[in-house]
Nanobody, 120 residues
Framework: QLQASGGGLVQAGDSLRLSCAAS????????MAWFRQAPGKEREFVAA????????YHSDHVKGRLTISRIGAENTMYLQMNSLKPKDTAVYYC???????????????WGQGTLVTVSS
């Protein structure tokens, strides 16, 4: 089970950190990712991290502002969100896959989502 938290209402330019806590073991072969779904839009890939090596992948439209990380010992993944923009407004989901992919159908375990709202 994955539990996402940390969302809220912020102003443009603010920072926020999302967390995703996993119950049960996350194996080194797993890939954990953040996706987001803005109102009226399809869910899109944000970032992913290989649990074992810590290698990260970020989509071009968040690179440099949103950063994925994990603390293996805590079985928790994070998304540090800086310089937030109104277009970052979305429900953010964490998910687990057996390998790296930006395609949501490759992810078999999903958290419930946490809402981030950025006002202008």
């Amino acid at each position: 089970q994955l539990q996402a938290s940390g969302g809220g209402l912020v102003q443009a330019g603010d920072s926020l950190r999302l967390s995703c806590a996993a119950s049960g073991r996350t194996f080194s072969s797993h890939v954990m990712a953040w996706f987001r779904q803005a109102p009226g839009k399809e869910r899109e890939f944000v970032a992913a991290i290989r649990w074992g090596t810590g290698r990260t992948y970020h989509s071009d439209h968040v690179k440099g502002r949103l950063t994925i990380s994990r603390i293996g010992a805590e079985n928790t993944m994070y998304l540090q969100m800086n310089s937030l923009k109104p277009k970052d407004t979305a429900v953010y989901y964490c998910a687990r896959a057996n390998g790296y992919s930006q395609t949501e159908r490759e992810y078999y375990l999903w958290g419930q989502g946490t809402l981030v709202t950025v006002s202008s």
